[in-house]
């Protein structure tokens, strides 16, 4: 068997980046541009830090696309994680637990793939990625021995 690389989905990351600098730019243009908000200070106020914040999120997630790293690595004799620039890699004899379960969070209800060795754990959240939970799921079957 050879080794498989899931990255991101950039479909979804991208939708994300153009809803987030649309609403930057709409409402940048309203504080600045329309006589009905020009004139509160207030709102102006708000609007630049709330736009930098914003922007700041765009380009995280642009990285993301453009670095085009692999998160999910599978290979005969291990797994690696590489969520957040520092890869963790486990040998299918250490681990201990692999569970694929949903979590709720805040808005929304998530997939997450958690990884248990003797020494250390490792959460990943892969409903971004650019392969479904079934899809990890029976990849993780093919691989585990």
């Known amino acids: 068997m050879e080794k498989i690389e899931i990255r991101y989905d950039k479909r979804k990351l991208l939708i994300g980046i ?13 504080a600045f ?10 709102f102006k106020i ?3 830090p709330l736009s930098i914040f914003v922007l700041y999120g765009v380009f995280t997630q642009l990285r993301k696309v453009l670095d085009n790293i692999s998160i999910i690595t ?16 486990f040998s299918w004899t250490e681990i201990k637990e692999l569970t694929i379960e949903k979590k709720q ?10 990884i ?8 990943v959240n892969i409903s971004t990625l650019d392969k479904s939970v079934d899809d990890i799921r029976g990849l993780i079957k093919n691989y585990r021995p």
Do not use: H, W
């Open 116 to 123: 248990k060795s003797d020494a250390r754990t490792k959460e």
């Open 46 to 48: 708000v609007v630049v």
């Open 105 to 114: 969070t805040s808005k929304s209800e998530v997939d997450i793939l958690t």
């Open 74 to 89: 599978l290979t005969a004799t291990y797994i690696e994680i590489n969520e957040d620039g520092q890869p963790q890699k």
């Open 18 to 30: 153009v809803i987030m600098t649309a609403l930057t730019i709409g409402c940048t243009y309203m």
């Open 33 to 42: 541009f329309t006589k009905t908000f020009a004139t509160n200070q207030i």
